[in-house]
C-alpha cells in the first residue's frame, strides 16, 4: 500500500452488484445534497462503458431528484451523437428511457459534427461557459477504468497527453480502444473536481486495481487522478477489487 497519495482516499469495495450500486447511490447523494446547498446545479462528468447501466441503476433504484443536475462527458467518441458508439448516445437510450424525468437538455454534449480538434476545443468552451470560469471544479466526476489502467480517454500508449497543462479538453487520434478518434477531459480538468470517483467491475482489472490504487504504479493513467483539492474514491466489485477486500475505508494520506 502506498502512502504518499496527496489526496484523500477511500475505497468501497462491495460483493454484490446490489451493494455496488447502493455505494454509488451513497455517493450521488452526498455530492449532489453538498453541491447544491451552495449552488443551483450539481454539475456531473460522466465515463462511457458498464458505468451508463451501473449510474441508471442506482438512479433508479435511489429515486433522487436529479431536476437541479447537469451532464457533462468526461471523454466522448467522435461519432455521429446518434451513432450506437457514442457515449451519449448509449446515456440517451439506457438511462434516459428508464428516467424520463431526466431532460435530454441536461446533457451537455460534444459537437460531433465539426471537425475533430474543433469538437475538442468547442466543448472546452461550452464547459467553461456554463461554469463562467476558465477553471472549472466539477462537483462529481464518475470514471471507468480498462483493463489497461486508461480513463477517460488517457491511454498508457499515449503518455504525451497526460503531460497536457493548458486545455481542458483535447483530441484523440489512434486510440488503442475504439473507436479511434475522441475528445477526452485532461488532467487538469479531472483533478480539479470535488469528487472524483472510479466505478471498476470484474476479475480482468483486479490487477490494474492493485496496481494504480495501491502500487500507484504511473504508468497507468488511472494513477494520475488524484485531485488536488478533493477526494478520490474507488467502488469495485470484489472481483476488481480483491486487493481491497475486507477494506471499508482506506484513507491514505488524508489531507482534507
Ligand atoms: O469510451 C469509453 O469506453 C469510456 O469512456 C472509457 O474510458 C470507459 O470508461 C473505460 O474503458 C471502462 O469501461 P468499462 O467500464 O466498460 O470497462
Not at 19 to 37: I, P, Y
Not at 67 to 96: G, I, P
Not at 119 to 130: F, L, Q, W
Not at 163 to 183: F, G, H, M, N
Request: proline share 5%.
Amino acid at each position: 500500500m502506498s502512502s504518499n497519495r496527496k489526496c484523500r482516499f477511500h475505497v468501497n469495495v462491495s460483493d454484490t452488484e446490489d451493494k455496488l450500486v447502493q455505494s454509488l447511490s451513497d455517493v450521488l447523494k452526498r455530492c449532489s445534497s453538498q453541491a447544491l446547498e451552495n449552488a443551483k446545479t450539481f454539475r456531473v462528468g460522466l465515463s462511457g462503458g458498464s458505468l451508463v447501466q451501473l449510474l441508471t441503476s442506482a438512479l433508479v433504484s435511489s429515486g433522487l431528484d436529479t431536476k437541479c443536475w447537469q451532464f457533462f462527458f468526461c471523454d466522448e467518441r467522435y461519432v455521429a451523437q446518434d451513432h450506437n458508439e457514442s457515449t451519449y448516445w448509449a446515456y440517451k437510450t439506457q438511462m434516459l428511457t428508464k428516467l424520463p424525468n431526466i431532460l435530454d437538455s441536461q446533457f451537455i454534449k460534444a459537437d460531433t459534427s465539426v471537425s475533430l480538434d474543433k469538437c475538442a476545443s468547442d466543448y472546452a468552451e461550452r464547459i467553461v461557459n456554463e461554469f463562467g470560469t476558465s477553471c472549472p471544479v466539477f462537483d462529481l466526476l464518475l470514471l471507468g477504468m480498462g483493463p489497461d489502467g486508461h480513463t477517460c480517454s488517457l491511454f498508457p500508449e499515449q503518455p504525451a497527453n497526460l503531460a497536457e497543462t493548458e486545455r481542458l479538453i483535447i483530441p484523440i487520434r489512434d486510440s488503442p480502444k475504439p473507436p479511434p478518434e475522441r475528445i477526452t477531459f485532461t488532467l487538469p480538468l479531472i483533478n480539479n473536481a470535488k469528487d472524483v470517483v472510479f466505478v471498476v467491475t470484474g476479475a480482468s482489472k483486479s490487477d490494474v486495481v492493485k496496481r494504480v490504487f495501491a502500487g500507484m504504479d504511473k504508468k497507468f493513467p488511472s494513477a494520475w487522478v488524484e485531485p488536488t483539492h478533493g477526494q478520490l474514491t474507488l467502488i469495485a466489485d470484489s472481483a476488481a477489487g480483491e486487493t481491497f477486500l475486507g477494506q471499508t475505508c482506506h484513507c491514505a494520506h488524508e489531507t482534507n
